[in-house]
Nanobody
Framework: QVQLVESGGGLVQAGGSLRLSCAAS????????MGWFHQAPGKEREFVAA????????YYADSVKGRFTISRDNAKNTVYLQMNSLKPEDTAVYYC????????????????????WGQGTQVTVSS
């Protein structure tokens, strides 16, 4: 089992940047594929980005490609989400998630692949 704690959210103006961090407990962090999701009020939780255990494969939602960067430091048991050129529509609670499934499963909704979730961190982008 792994426990996840997000940090780094806050209020930023449109065009600004934020860096989210997710610290994981346990000694097997490198075995987990890690993902970031966001959920706006009244909307479903949506996939943002994911990175495999080794860091060699990375996936992004189309809406964030070219603006967000996911990375991980297995020595620190931490995954990051660098968010640049933020837009008001990026406003949401951002969640970190972990799964032992090494690669995305074709046809499966991304959020259904993940077994462990953090408590979330609020990101608000003002116009």
């Amino acid at each position: 089992q792994v426990q996840l704690v997000e940090s780094g959210g806050g209020l930023v103006q449109a065009g600004g940047s934020l860096r989210l961090s997710c610290a994981a407990s346990g000694r097997t962090f490198s075995r987990y594929r890690m993902g970031w999701f966001h959920q706006a009020p009244g909307k479903e939780r949506e996939f943002v980005a994911a990175i495999t255990g080794s860091g060699r494969s990375i996936y992004y939602a189309d809406s964030v490609k070219g603006r967000f960067t996911i990375s991980r430091d297995n020595a620190k048991n931490t995954v990051y989400l660098q968010m640049n050129s933020l837009k008001p529509e990026d406003t949401a609670v951002y969640y970190c998630a972990a799964t032992l499934t090494p690669l995305p499963i074709p046809g499966m909704r991304p959020r259904d692949e993940y077994d462990y979730w953090g408590q979330g961190t609020q990101v608000t982008v003002s116009s």
